[in-house]
C-alpha cells in the first residue's frame, strides 16, 4: 500500500470557485506527478515535478497550476473552476532514479464535479 | 506517434475461470511496460514491471507476458476472483528523456460475476 494522500476525495462545486486539491507522499520521493482521468479513458499527464521548488506542465494543456514547496506536499490550484474541468485527478509520486525504472505510486484520487 | 492500445475494451467472465488481456503499443525507444491495476474509485497500483530483455513475470494469479520484437504484450489472470473486478491499464515507458514518460492504455474493465 502506498503512502500517498489526497484530499478531497470528492468534491462539487460551483463555477468561478478557487480551488485547492492536496497531495502528499509520506516516503520522501523526489518526483510527483498530477494526471487527469475521465471516465475509460486514459490517464493524461497535466503537471510534474522534480523536486522542491521544480514545476513542469505535461503532455495534456491544464488550466491548473502547481507548486512544491516541501518535498512531500504538492498541491494543484484552479483559480476559477469550469464545468470543463469536471474529472478525477489522480496524484503520483515516484523515487528519482536513473532512467524511466522507477515505479509510479498512486493516490486513491479526487473525483471534481463543477456546476 | 507513440500510443498503447488494449483490447477488450471491456470483459466479463465468471469466477474461478481465467482470462487474457492484450495490449498492442507502438513507443520508441522502449524502456519498461507495466500493468497496473485501477479499482473503481482508486488509483492504479503496479501488479508486473518487464524491461526489454524479459518475456514473462508473475505475479500470484496475474503472469504478464512481453514480446518486444512485435510490441505486445499480455496479462492472464488465474481462476479469477471477485476481488479481480476492476480495470487493467497497460503503461508503456520510453527511454528517451530523464523523466522516462509514461503512455497510458485507456484499460480493460473487468468484471467477474459469481
Known amino acids: 500500500e502506498a503512502d500517498i494522500y489526497q484530499t478531497p476525495r470528492y468534491l462539487v462545486i460551483g463555477t468561478g470557485k478557487k480551488i485547492t486539491l492536496e497531495c502528499s507522499q509520506t516516503?520522501?520521493?523526489?518526483?510527483m506527478y498530477w494526471y487527469q482521468q475521465d471516465p475509460g479513458m486514459e490517464l493524461h499527464l497535466i503537471h510534474y515535478?522534480?523536486?522542491?521548488?521544480?514545476?513542469e506542465k505535461g503532455d495534456l494543456s491544464s488550466e491548473s497550476t502547481v507548486s512544491r514547496i516541501r518535498t512531500e506536499h504538492f498541491p494543484l490550484t484552479l483559480e476559477s473552476a469550469r464545468p470543463s474541468h469536471t474529472s478525477q485527478y489522480l496524484c503520483?509520486?515516484?523515487?528519482?532514479?536513473?532512467?524511466?525504472?522507477?515505479?509510479?505510486?498512486f493516490g486513491p484520487g479526487t473525483r471534481l464535479t463543477v456546476l | 506517434k507513440n500510443q498503447v492500445e488494449q483490447s477488450p475494451q471491456s470483459l466479463i467472465i465468471l469466477e474461478g475461470k481465467n482470462c487474457t488481456l492484450q495490449?498492442?503499443?507502438?513507443?520508441?525507444?522502449?524502456?519498461?511496460l507495466r500493468w497496473y491495476k485501477q479499482d473503481t474509485g482508486r488509483g492504479p497500483v503496479s501488479l508486473t514491471i518487464?524491461?526489454?530483455?524479459?518475456n514473462t513475470k508473475s505475479n500470484g494469479r496475474y503472469t504478464a507476458t512481453l514480446d518486444a520484437d512485435t510490441k505486445q504484450s499480455s496479462l492472464h489472470i488465474t481462476a479469477s476472483q471477485l476481488s479481480d473486478s476492476a480495470s487493467y491499464i497497460c503503461?508503456?515507458?520510453?527511454?528517451?528523456?530523464?523523466?522516462?514518460?509514461?503512455?497510458f492504455g485507456r484499460g480493460t474493465q473487468l468484471t467477474v460475476w459469481p
Open positions: 503520483a509520486s515516484s523515487e528519482r532514479t536513473s532512467g524511466s525504472s522507477d515505479t509510479q505510486y
Open positions: 516516503m520522501g520521493h523526489d518526483k
Open positions: 515535478s522534480y523536486g522542491v521548488n521544480s514545476t
Open positions: 495490449c498492442n503499443y507502438t513507443v520508441s525507444p522502449f524502456s519498461n
Open positions: 518487464m524491461t526489454f530483455s524479459e
Open positions: 503503461v508503456v515507458s520510453d527511454r528517451g528523456s530523464t523523466l522516462g514518460r509514461l503512455y
